[in-house]
């Protein structure tokens, strides 16, 4: 096993080639958008189930919701707070996943909207009182105030510092929220919890190596929002923004990627097996992940630890799954784990799937349709990371 000291230096970065974007696996050069669409991206999305993320198992599943809430005087009447209860079986008991939804009041509906996985339940994105508190299953965190596993009514809010909802809200666009929990929770159980059963044929009791862990899970949560906002005539489910941090981070990458529905892709900070290039051994390695989280991805990517070069994609392929719609990918100076020089690198080789489109893709200057930031400080969420990502909305979905 090489060694594991993780390299923070830029000189030390083994070298490495990176798959060709633009070269499908017959040998044919992608030359204009239509090889794009019909050859080149659905092969990549096969080659990223397969050895990434998993694929989905082919098998519907009864799906309904219903409005637990709705109430036009939350936020001092900046917002309308709906919400509703998603369930996925008709077994009582089953898996279901709640999304917190706050609609601008000043706005005239349908409005944009930015959907987002929380990590410690929709009650903790804002102090409001009236969000049903989670009771599920919750990774044990001090400072979220969760004990036993469980929310209290301390952790109101405690995630409020990165959710800007006011800033959101009174730039017009509603903000959508789902504890990434109600989908899978996030811990290594062999796929007994969340929804992952629902899709076992009779006799399996655990993905096979090529199908989906917990972020393709949560990845179809995302998508299962979709489905719900096409029948919510207050939202425009056109111009929805899927904003994710670290783990949801590569969440929201893998969900833009599937769902060509979602019209912006936003990757806070997501590091190895999100924005950051494999190859690029800058900070989180492949071993890394899978040895810290085994079960986040396919079993089959388990084979390139140690080996990225001989994975069949780059994380550069991801982000240009989003082409030609706009996607963007932040980083922060201080969070070096997340190998922000690689998420960069990553962005800019994304760029020639956009213009195949006539697009720019990652412009140094001015604003194409990959957006890019670094900021001072640590791996997390700020108010100056939201107004980026609301100013390359409004000119994207907005214009
Ligand atoms: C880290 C992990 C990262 C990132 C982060 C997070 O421990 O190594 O890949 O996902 O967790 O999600 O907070």
Redesign the pocket.
């Known amino acids: 096993m090489p060694d594991q000291t993780p390299i923070y230096d830029e000189s030390k970065v083994p070298p490495y080639t990176l798959p060709e974007l633009l070269i499908a696996g017959n040998g044919t050069r992608i030359e204009n958008r239509e090889a794009w669409q019909h050859i080149r991206r659905p092969e990549l999305l096969r080659l990223f189930e397969s050895h990434v993320y998993g694929k989905v198992p082919e098998k519907s599943v009864t799906m309904r919701f219903i409005v637990r809430s709705s109430a036009a005087d939350a936020l001092n009447g900046l917002a309308r707070r709906k919400e509703i209860r998603m369930s996925f079986d008709d077994q009582p008991g089953g898996p279901t996943m709640d999304i917190l939804l706050y609609i601008p009041n000043k706005a005239d509906t349908p409005v944009p909207t930015f959907l987002g996985l929380n990590?410690f339940g929709n009650h903790s994105v804002h102090k409001d009182p009236d969000i049903t508190l989670s009771t599920a299953w919750m990774r044990n965190k001090d400072e979220a105030s969760v004990v036993d596993h469980k929310a209290t009514e301390a952790s109101r809010g405690v995630a409020a510092s990165r959710w800007a909802i006011e800033q959101i809200l009174e730039r017009g666009y509603a903000l959508a929220t789902i504890y990434y929990g109600d989908l899978d929770p996030d811990f290594d159980d062999g796929y007994q919890n969340g929804i992952h059963p629902l899709f076992y044929k009779p006799g399996q009791s655990q993905p096979e190596p090529d199908e989906w862990g917990a972020i393709g899970a949560w990845a179809w949560g995302l998508s299962r929002a979709m489905d719900y906002f096409e029948t919510d005539d207050m939202i425009d489910h056109h111009r929805v923004a899927v904003m994710g941090?670290?783990?949801?981070?590569?969440t929201a990458l893998w969900a833009g990627a599937q769902d060509e529905r979602i019209a912006l892709a936003i990757s806070n900070?997501?590091?190895?097996?999100?924005a950051a290039l494999a190859r690029h051994r800058f900070g989180?390695t492949v071993r890394?992940?899978n040895t810290?989280?085994p079960h986040w991805f396919c079993n089959h990517f388990r084979q390139y630890n140690d080996r990225e070069g001989d994975l069949p994609v780059d994380q550069h392929m991801l982000i240009a799954l989003m082409a030609p719609r706009p996607v963007y990918v932040a980083s922060a100076e201080e969070d070096r784990?997340?190998d922000p020089p690689g998420e960069l690198l990553a962005a800019q080789h994304a760029s020639p799937a956009y213009h195949l489109f006539g697009q720019k893709g990652l412009l140094v200057e001015g604003s194409g349709h990959i957006g890019y930031h670094i900021r001072p400080g640590e791996?997390d969420v700020t108010d100056y990371d939201w107004t980026q990502y609301l100013d390359f909305a409004d000119h994207h979905l907005r214009s």
Do not use: A, P
């Open positions: 990590f941090h670290s783990r949801l981070g590569k900070e997501s590091g190895c097996g999100g989180e890394d992940i810290g989280f784990w997340s791996h």
